[in-house]
């Protein structure tokens, strides 16, 4: 708990919007299935083993800065990391069956506003760790995004909340959907 289990690096493929589109459609299905939507609504395509990371409705990596994953509970050898859909903009809600017994059973965009206190209590409380356990992917970190680490792990309420990762795709300012 409180590792970085993914970063942002500059081997990471960044597409805007226009990119995505200029691509055409020969790509577009590898981009939904591998790629995740950030709140500037980026397309990012991992090239290391991040973009093979799958859903789980109780994830144990979630992800309080764009381009970082933290560990929120403690991950046995073994066991495959997972992190929450919802929170990647994903454009299709689809059918889960992931196995978890607080499994939503569907997994929809809109459930980052649902599901934003919980995955926050979590990293808030997987942060105040970010000392305590090795750290093999912090040298990947940007200055700012480390320095909001040390910055959270001792005031974990300051830590960002999950919500600043919401893309609204009607091109308004940020905002929550109507429930
Ligand atoms: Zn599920």
């Given at each position: 708990?409180?590792?970085?289990?993914?970063?942002?690096?500059?081997?990471?493929?960044?597409l805007?919007?226009?990119?995505?589109?200029?691509?055409?459609?020969?790509?577009?299905?590898?981009?939904?299935?591998?790629?995740?939507?950030?709140?500037?609504?980026?397309?990012?395509?991992?090239?290391?083993?991040?973009?093979?990371?799958?859903?789980?409705?109780?994830?144990?990596?979630?992800?309080?800065?764009?381009?970082?994953?933290?560990?929120v509970?403690?991950?046995?050898?073994?066991?495959?990391?997972?992190?929450?859909?919802?929170?990647?903009?994903?454009?299709?809600?689809?059918?889960?069956?992931?196995?978890?017994?607080?499994?939503?059973?569907?997994?929809?965009?809109?459930?980052?506003?649902?599901?934003?206190?919980?995955?926050?209590?979590?990293?808030?409380?997987a942060?105040?760790?970010?000392?305590?356990?090795?750290?093999?992917?912090?040298?990947?970190?940007?200055?700012?995004?480390?320095?909001?680490?040390?910055?959270?792990r001792?005031?974990?309420?300051?830590?960002?909340?999950?919500?600043?990762?919401?893309?609204?795709?009607?091109?308004?300012?940020?905002?929550?959907?109507?429930?």
């Amino acid at each position: 708990m409180g590792t970085i289990t993914w970063a942002l690096d500059p081997l990471d493929i960044v597409l805007s919007p226009s990119q995505v589109n200029d691509l055409g459609d020969l790509y577009q299905a590898e981009l939904i299935e591998f790629g995740w939507i950030d709140n500037r609504g980026r397309r990012i395509l991992c090239w290391d083993g991040g973009r093979m990371m799958n859903h789980s409705c109780h994830a144990n990596s979630l992800s309080p800065i764009a381009g970082l994953e933290l560990a929120v509970r403690d991950i046995a050898p073994g066991e495959q990391i997972t992190c929450d859909y919802a929170a990647l903009n994903i454009e299709e809600p689809f059918t889960c069956a992931c196995g978890s017994a607080n499994c939503r059973d569907f997994v929809a965009p809109a459930q980052l506003w649902q599901m934003a206190d919980i995955w926050d209590a979590a990293l808030q409380n997987a942060v105040q760790h970010f000392d305590d356990v090795a750290q093999p992917l912090r040298a990947f970190l940007p200055t700012d995004v480390a320095t909001t680490l040390q910055t959270a792990r001792r005031n974990p309420s300051q830590l960002t909340s999950t919500r600043t990762h919401w893309f609204d795709n009607s091109g308004e300012a940020m905002s929550s959907p109507v429930q």
